[in-house]
Every structure is written in C-alpha cells, then in structure tokens.
C-alpha cells in the first residue's frame, strides 16, 4: 500500500526527520491561504500522485487533452506563481514516466516551504528478502535521474544491510554517512536522521522508504525533501491507522473491489481466467497451464471463507478482462464444500452471462456431490478430477475455438 508524499513526510515528522514545513491542499484558494500561512516567499507546488517522475511530468487538460504545463513540481517565487501552478496542477491529469500514458487525475496538492539546496543524494530503505536483512541504499547522485545513476554507475549507490535482530549499528550508520562525504554538522544530522528512518521503517511495517531528494541545505542541515513510503499489507492487521491513510481513488479499481470482497486478485496478460481457492494452488494452476502451452489471464484466491457473493464477484472480475476467453477453476474443497462452490458457479454465471468455455476441478469435501450438481445444471462445462486434465481440457477448448 503506498501514500501520499504529505502523508509521509507527517510520518517522518512525528519520527524527527527533518522536512519543510508544509500544508496539504484540495484546492486553489486552499492552496493560496497555505501560501499566506507558510510565511516563506519561495515555495515548492507539489502534485500528490502516487507515482514518480513527477518534477519531470507533464500537466493534460482532462477534456481537450492539451499541454497546459511541463513539470507537476513548481518552484513559485510569489503568490500569483502559486495560484498558476495550483490551478494548472489541480484536477488535470498528470504524466510522468512513471503512470504510464494514460496519466493520473490530480486531486491533491502539497505547498511546501522552499529550500536551499546544497547538494541533493539518494536514500532508501526496503526489505531485501534474499538477504533477510533490511537494505539502506544512498548515493551522493540524488535527483531527478537516480535510475540512470543505477543503470549507468551502479558503483555510486552504497548499500548496508541490517540485521534486524542486531539493529542497526553505529558503524553502519557511519559508514554510509562517510561514504556520502558527509562532515560537521550535516553527518551528525544524517546519522541521528537514519536511526530515526530505520525505527520508522521497522515500526510501521513499510516494505520501502525513499527519498529522493535527500538534500544537504546551504546551513548544513539533511532535510527529506520527498517521500515515498510503502507498507508492507500482510501487516495492515496490527495498523488500524492505515484505513485513513489509503487514496483508494489511487489504487487499481478492480483489485480494490476483489479486496472487499476477501479476494486476491492480479491481472496478468494471458486469456485464461483462474478461480482456485489458496494462493499456492492458485500459483500452481497458473505453472500447470503454462505447461500445456496455456498463458493465465489472472492470479485468484477466493480463500478460505468464499461464499456466493465472493465467487459471484470473482466470476464478474475475471469476465471484466477482456482478453479472457476461458476459465478454469480449481477447488480443494477443505472445510469450503464443493457442492456450494458449484451451485454459486452456477448462480454467477447466469448473473454475469458467461459466454466462454469453463473447466471445472473438484477435489477434497463433497467433490462428488459438486460434480454431480454441475453436469446436472444447463450450464456448459466440463469438469475433470485432476489439475493436469483441468489445464489439458482448458488450453484445448481456447484452441478449438480459435481453430
Ligand atoms: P519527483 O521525484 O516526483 O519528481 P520531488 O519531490 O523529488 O518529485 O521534486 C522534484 C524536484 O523538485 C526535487 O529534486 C527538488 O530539486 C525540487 N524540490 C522539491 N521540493 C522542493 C522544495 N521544498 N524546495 C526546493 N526544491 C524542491
Ligand atoms: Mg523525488
């Protein structure tokens, strides 16, 4: 789950990470009477999207599709500039190369006190799950090109790992700070910075933190002058804070919908549509169709309490797509029955139509009663008893069709 840069940078705040001062705006008029409250001259007109590369994206008039500024960051040396840039900035659809062409709707702006900047670096925090270890990364290179930096000088980016049962330590913090030619008050001010970024990181279950840039200011101060902070999900449990925190308007409306209703649910590129129940037979249907040449349209778990509404609402998820012109499902009745899986297949799909061809596997509780219900209803399909007939009998019917 990702955020917003004003949300995490009042994490960063209440963790005693330097920021600037900053107010978050939903529009123009809000945006000036932050101007007004901020008492800076300079300040820095932010697009809150979820994506990077915004400095360097590109502000599209929603209806007319036309150009209407270049850069979703402004720097706004007066109160006109700030009313300009709020204006082309809020509810126009912002590009970078990050979102893909299509762009995102801007609903959210942060204004921002301006800075001074020394020298911008790079530093992130994420979970390296090879080496069990959380990864710092920092470079002196930070900006508005890192990946380049990545890609080009990979030698500039200086990485420790940190234990998580030892902590991290002086000496790696040291390390790193040293590595970024840091003295005098901007280390001392890095080294406490880091300490607070890994207890943040840790105490919040974020999967990353990145900020881009991290700037050394003229007065020596390390200020985080982005943002971008992930949480791991499989945490949300022990973080009822989250709820407020999530732009749903942000997120992949599909996966949002298939969440609600207890499902997990991945859009892939292939034309097979899947419905298992448990991620591993899930991830293991997706390998047996590939195995018998087929692609998997989607990743779905109906998981372990799925009932008619939440297989009604995968079956509409899954016939959404439209390059999905099969569907198999494998269920491993445990304590879910077969018997009610297939009456709900049958309920949802008169309810959405179903018009490609569909296999069905049963196995486990009341598979033979599951079957029997399905060969006894109208509805076409073919149900089978193993997995790898299952993926045979699928991968055949797409073919017969386009024969
Ligand atoms: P993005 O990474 O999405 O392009 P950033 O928040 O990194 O957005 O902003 C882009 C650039 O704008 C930064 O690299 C920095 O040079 C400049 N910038 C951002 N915030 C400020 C600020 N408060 N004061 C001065 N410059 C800023
Ligand atoms: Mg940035």
Request: net charge negative; glycine share 10%.
């Amino acid at each position: 789950m990702n955020i917003h840069e004003y949300q995490g940078k009042q994490l960063f705040r209440s963790a005693g990470v330097k920021v600037q001062d900053g107010v978050h705006c939903k529009s123009v008029k809000e945006a000036l009477a932050a101007y007004d409250s901020l008492g800076s001259k300079v300040v820095a007109v932010k697009s809150q999207i979820h994506a990077g590369g915004r400095g360097k994206g590109n502000l599209y008039c929603p209806t007319s599709g036309d150009l209407l500024m270049e850069g979703g960051v402004k720097i706004a040396f007066s109160r006109d500039e700030v009313e300009t840039y709020a204006e082309n900035i809020l509810g126009h659809i912002l590009v970078t190369k990050q979102t893909g062409p299509a762009g995102k709707l801007v609903s959210n702006l942060y204004v921002e006190a301006g800075c001074e900047i020394a020298h911008e670096y790079y530093l992130a925090l994420l979970v390296d799950r090879e080496a069990k270890a959380v990864l710092i990364m920092a470079s002196t290179e930070g900006g508005m090109d890192i990946e380049e930096v990545a890609e080009n000088t990979p030698e500039a980016i200086h990485k420790i790992w940190v234990d998580p049962q030892a902590d991290l330590l002086e000496s790696q913090k040291r390390k790193l700070g040293m590595a970024l030619g840091l003295s005098g008050a901007a280390l001392k001010d890095f080294l406490g910075m880091i300490g607070s970024l890994y207890d943040l990181f840790v105490s919040n279950d974020c999967s990353m933190v990145e900020i881009n840039p991290l700037v050394r200011t003229k007065s020596d101060e390390m200020v985080a002058l982005d943002a971008k902070v992930s949480f791991d999900e499989n945490a949300s449990f022990r973080h009822t804070d989250w709820g407020e925190l999530r732009d749903l308007s942000e997120e992949e409306p599909t996966e949002t919908r298939a969440k609600e209703a207890g499902l997990s649910y991945v859009k892939l590129d292939g034309d097979i549509g899947c419905l298992v129940n448990g991620a591993g037979l899930a991830m293991a249907s997706m390998d047996v169709i590939k195995l018998y040449g087929g692609e998997p349209a989607n990743f779905l778990d109906i998981g372990g309490g799925a009932n008619k509404e939440s297989i009604t609402t995968a079956f509409g998820i899954i016939l959404e797509d439209p390059n999905v012109e099969g569907i198999l499902v494998n269920i491993f009745g445990g304590i879910i029955r077969c018997d009610m899986v297939a009456r709900s297949i049958i309920d949802a799909s008169r309810e959405v139509g179903l018009s490609v061809p569909l296999v069905v596997r049963f196995s486990g509780t009341n598979h033979v009663e599951g079957r029997t219900v399905l060969e006894e209803s109208s509805l076409e399909v073919t149900t089978v008893s193993t997995l790898a007939e299952g993926a045979e009998a699928i991968v055949a019917a797409l073919e017969g069709a386009k024969a």
